[in-house]
């Protein structure tokens, strides 16, 4: 397999370990690649370990947020009423806020 030439900003697949990664930085001078994998890492390669990679050049990931490690669950805007589907929660009878006749001190 040819070897690609490491581009910055270019995204790549490792067909080995089927990881996604973008060419952040490339020190020609060292000879050294530093990438940002899709969940955030950081590594450095040097040239002789990217010659021997079976990569192929990919399109950006279209779900930006896997980086940042965010879930569906973060995009639910906090400032929204909180309506939970059972108010009588058993918990509230067993253990109240507050005991009536202890309260009135």
Known sequence: M???RPEVGKWYKDMQVSALFEVVAWDIQAH???TQHLDG???EY???TWREMLLES?????DW???????????IDPDLPYH???W???????????IHGLDDI
């Open 32 to 34: 050294t690649i530093e």
């Open 46 to 48: 040097d040239l002789d």
């Open 2 to 4: 040819k070897m690609l």
């Open 88 to 98: 009588r929660n058993p918990l509230s009878f067993i253990e109240p806020e507050f």
């Open 58 to 62: 990919v399109e950006a990931p279209e």
């Open 41 to 43: 890492e950081i590594a």
């Open 65 to 75: 947020r896997t980086a940042f490690e965010l879930d569906d669950e973060d995009l």
């Open 84 to 86: 939970p589907e059972d």
